[in-house]
């Protein structure tokens, strides 16, 4: 090795992200007797998870009926007992040809090579832009969720809500927990867009939920105090003379999710446009290979949906990369990916998940399924 380059370690897959899809990827590859490397950005793997302190649903193999951040360390210590080496403060910022990763740790050039790569980036919350948005005490509702169930800081005491989703209705619930007055819950749509069983929570808590609402403005002196809002038309323009003030000390947006696909970009993955999974995402087979031989996506990198379906996604992918690395016959993988692929159906059941599970088939139909 020439003297001053940047050693080089290799590994039959790099999973890059340690949320539920990453850890399942990197933990299927070890069932399988394969050395796999999880690299993750943040100080503790887990992802949203540990923010997570409602149960889930589904099945014993989605661990129902456990919260989520009890789920995490269930998932943690499933990657110790497999030997799954983990890469903790890892930011990574290039992937080549030949399956190199390039990251950054501490002030450390590190590279990895890999058979495999599989890329479980996650999400990030969109923002919405209105008057006052910049203020002090308007938050994303993910950073609401992380201040009190991370740190154990109530980020305010009168909150105002906006949007129905799952994220919206649960965090709202969970800052009654802590203690703050959801004041008002709003969404521009005609219809809640999160599941009626989280709703139902806040409503008999008392959180009226205005639906054909959006918010005007927020005000406030160097910080949030009151909210103008008002109702829309059916084309989602601010109808005049309905506008509404709200004295409040917190704005929470919870207005959905995009994948995070930086990566895929860099690896150079071709891209499809799925609306029911977040826009655009990495065409990916139904084994979750994405168009560049031997690279992988999974959970909401590859379109955003739920934990439980991030973290079977991740599954899928391990074994794929499995069975690429020659670690699983060709029937071991079919019976694998059947099982895994039912545990999705399943998820993808109901009102939201078919719409999803349509998305999905498409992406599967643009790489050539």
């Not at 980036?121 to 203020?135: H, K, Q, R, W």
């Not at 995070?260 to 860099?266: D, P, Q």
């Not at 060709?330 to 998305?359: P, T, V, Y």
Request: glycine share 14%.
């Amino acid at each position: 090795m020439r003297e001053g380059r940047t050693p080089m370690k290799e590994y039959d897959a790099i999973v890059i992200g340690g949320g539920p899809a990453g850890l399942g990827a990197a933990i299927e590859v070890a069932k399988a007797g394969g050395h796999p490397v999880l690299i993750d950005e943040n100080a503790r793997p887990g992802g949203q998870l540990f923010k997570q302190i409602h149960k889930f649903f589904g099945s014993r193999e989605h661990y129902a009926g456990t919260r989520g951040f009890a789920i995490g360390e269930k998932l943690l210590q499933e990657a110790e007992d497999e030997k799954v080496e983990v890469q903790l403060n890892t930011r990574v910022w290039g992937i080549f040809p030949d399956h190199i990763v390039t990251a950054v740790s501490g002030k450390e050039a590190v590279c990895f090579r890999g058979k495999t790569i599989i890329l479980a980036a996650g999400a990030s919350e969109n923002s919405l832009s209105f008057p006052g948005c910049t203020l002090p005490g308007v938050m994303m509702a993910g950073a609401a969720q992380t201040m009190m169930n991370l740190y154990r800081t109530l980020p305010g005491k009168e909150i105002l809500m906006i949007g129905s989703g799952n994220v919206g209705l649960i965090v709202a619930y969970q800052l009654m927990q802590a203690g703050a007055h959801v004041k008002m819950l709003i969404d521009a749509a005609a219809e809640t867009n999160g599941y009626e069983v989280h709703a139902a929570k806040i409503k008999r808590a008392g959180v009226p939920i205005r639906l054909g609402h959006t918010i005007v403005r927020a005000e406030g002196n160097g910080r949030v105090e009151s909210a103008v809002i008002c109702k829309v038309d059916a084309a989602f323009h601010p109808v005049p003379g309905t506008e509404e003030k709200i004295d409040v000390d917190t704005v929470c947006v919870a207005v959905g999710l995009s994948p995070r696909v930086e990566l895929s970009a860099l690896a150079g993955c071709r891209f499809t446009w799925a609306g029911a999974l977040g826009g655009q995402v990495p065409v990916h087979t139904s084994g979750m290979e994405t168009t560049v031989p031997g690279i992988y996506v999974a959970g909401d990198g590859a379109g955003t949906e739920e934990a439980s379906t991030a973290l079977d996604q991740g599954r899928m992918a391990g074994v794929s990369a499995a069975h690429r690395c020659g670690l699983l016959s060709d029937l071991r993988e079919a019976e694998e990916h059947r099982k895994i692929q039912e545990r999705l159906d399943m998820l993808r059941s109901g009102q939201f998940g078919e719409k999803r599970k349509s998305a999905e088939q498409a992406v599967w139909k643009a790489a050539g399924e």
